[in-house]
């Protein structure tokens, strides 16, 4: 399947930590990348690679992976870090892209 | 830094073809090493990746839009263009450009344009 799939929702109280989980059959092969989305805007990266930061996002943004399921942790949550969260990786067959199915994160 | 500016009409007429242009600012996509790429959203909905291309003119697009879709590069103006043929009210979308970078076991976009919403409209 070249599907990668998310948790429609989850929510987390302020300064708490929470994971957002995306699986699919392409992340035993490909990293994912992680993007953020807040109303009206463009997505932004916010992880690539094994576990890379862009410039200017904050270290309490952090990736991993293991078998078909890679995971964005947000250590603190804060107010700001409300937005729509997408994983991104490729198909089985390289070429293709797929993004998630996105995650809504609300902080209490 | 790399900058990404779409532009083209809002609305199209159903059957037309949807055509958008983005340019590229702050870097040349002649140097080579990155994938030009359209992406889509629905409103209210997530993300669709429509295709890419790569400086020297290779393209790959989505299965699912294949028939319809072609994307070309002008690296004398520094753009790259999509058109979307026989368009239907179900390509009312924002549609986004961006820069890829692609490995053997990696990829990502950064940065994407600010996104043009097309409305697709008699």
């Not at chain 1, 989980?21 to 994912?32: E, H, N, P, V």
């Not at chain 2, 299965?63 to 999509?82: C, H």
Request: hydrophobic share 30%; aromatic share 12%; proline share 4%.
């Amino acid at each position: 399947s070249s599907e990668l799939t998310q948790d429609p929702a989850v929510s987390v109280a302020l300064g708490q930590t929470v994971r957002i989980t995306c699986q699919g059959d392409s992340l035993r092969s490909y990293y994912a990348s992680w993007y953020q989305q807040k109303p009206g805007q463009a997505p932004v990266l916010v992880i690539y690679g094994k576990n890379n930061r862009p410039s200017g996002i904050p270290d309490r943004f952090s990736g991993s992976s293991s078998g078909n399921t890679a995971s964005l942790t947000i250590t603190g949550a804060q107010a700001e870090d409300e937005a729509d969260y997408y994983c991104n990786s490729r198909d089985s067959s390289g070429n293709r892209g797929v993004f998630g199915t996105g995650t809504k994160v609300t902080v209490l | 830094q790399v900058q990404l500016q779409e532009s083209g009409p809002g609305l199209v007429k159903p059957s037309q073809t949807l055509s958008l242009t983005c340019t590229v600012s702050g870097g040349s996509i002649s140097s080579g090493g990155y994938y030009w790429s359209w992406i889509r959203q629905h409103p209210g909905k997530g993300l669709e990746w429509i295709g890419y291309i790569y400086y020297s003119g290779s393209t790959y697009y989505n299965p699912s839009l294949k028939s319809r879709v072609t994307i070309s590069v002008d690296t004398s103006k520094n753009q790259f263009s999509l058109k979307l043929s026989s368009v239907t009210a179900a390509d009312t979308a924002v549609y986004y450009c961006a820069r890829e970078v692609r490995s053997i076991l990696y990829n990502w976009f950064d940065p994407w344009g600010q996104g043009t919403l097309v409305t697709v409209s008699s």
